[in-house]
């Protein structure tokens, strides 16, 4: 069974940078990828960035580009979501997704529980 | 971008009706190479993260109840509840995956008469 879990809570300052974890279990981490969307509070869904699980490669949406590193660690099964330069609009919860394939345009088919981030003065 | 709006906002029926959702894209979400709608409807419940319910515009996602049912091509879309449960309210959304950035759209929000 596919399970996605992601790490606790974070508060942070404007102008901080925040570090997600998401651990990968119950499939093979380099068949698929992993995309990141947020979610501000009752709000939509914003999709950020994919990563490839097989050899790292990165996809973002332009709108993070350059404020967002996505990384990978093979060997435990772990996904990271970097994002810098935070700022109040940043407060959301963070969702990483498992995606069907090694190329960004899959289907988001498992998620993790999600990570609470606020950005607050 | 591409921009993607539902239709409506919000509905309510009654269970064991029949609840339609639309979804519009602002550009075809369709690949000619495959002969694939770069679309796909999640299912978002309060508190939970969203649940992928379809993909590739009409199939299925394994554990999925057969209720469940996309239909459309190109820019028009459409998820079927064909029997409401109590157990479907929910959000729910449509997302592109076609070109970057991927978008969801903004949510239609289903409930019990």
């Keep these: ?121 | 971008d591409i921009v993607m709006t539902q239709s409506p906002d919000s509905l309510a029926v009654s269970l064991g009706e029949r609840a339609t959702i639309n979804c519009k894209s602002s550009q075809s979400v369709l690949y000619r190479s495959n002969n694939k709608q770069y679309l796909a409807w999640f299912q978002q419940k309060p508190g939970q993260p969203p649940k992928l319910l379809i993909y590739w515009a009409s199939t299925r996602e394994s554990g999925v109840p057969d209720r469940f049912s996309g239909s459309g091509s190109g820019t028009d879309f459409t998820l079927t509840i064909s029997s409401l449960q109590a157990e479907d309210v929910a959000v729910y959304y449509c997302q592109q995956y076609y070109i970057n950035p991927f978008t969801f759209g903004p949510g239609t929000k289903v409930d019990i008469k």
Excluded at chain 1, 14 to 28: I, L, Q
Excluded at chain 1, 52 to 60: A, E, K, M
Aim: aromatic content about 12%; proline content about 2%.
């Design chain 1, 1 to 121: 069974q596919v399970h996605l879990v992601q790490s606790g809570a974070e508060v942070k300052k404007p102008g901080a940078s925040v570090k997600v974890s998401c651990k990968a279990s119950g499939y093979t981490f380099t068949n698929y990828g992993l995309s990141w969307v947020r979610q501000a509070p009752g709000q939509g869904l914003e999709w950020m960035g994919w990563i490839s699980g097989h050899n790292g490669n990165t996809f973002y949406s332009k709108k993070f580009q350059g404020r967002v590193t996505l990384t990978t660690d093979q060997s435990t099964a772990m996904a990271y979501m970097d994002l810098r330069s935070l700022g109040c609009d940043d407060t959301a919860i963070y969702f990483c997704a498992r995606v069907e394939g090694l190329v960004p345009a899959g289907a988001f088919d498992s998620w993790g529980q999600g990570t609470m981030v606020t950005v607050s003065s």
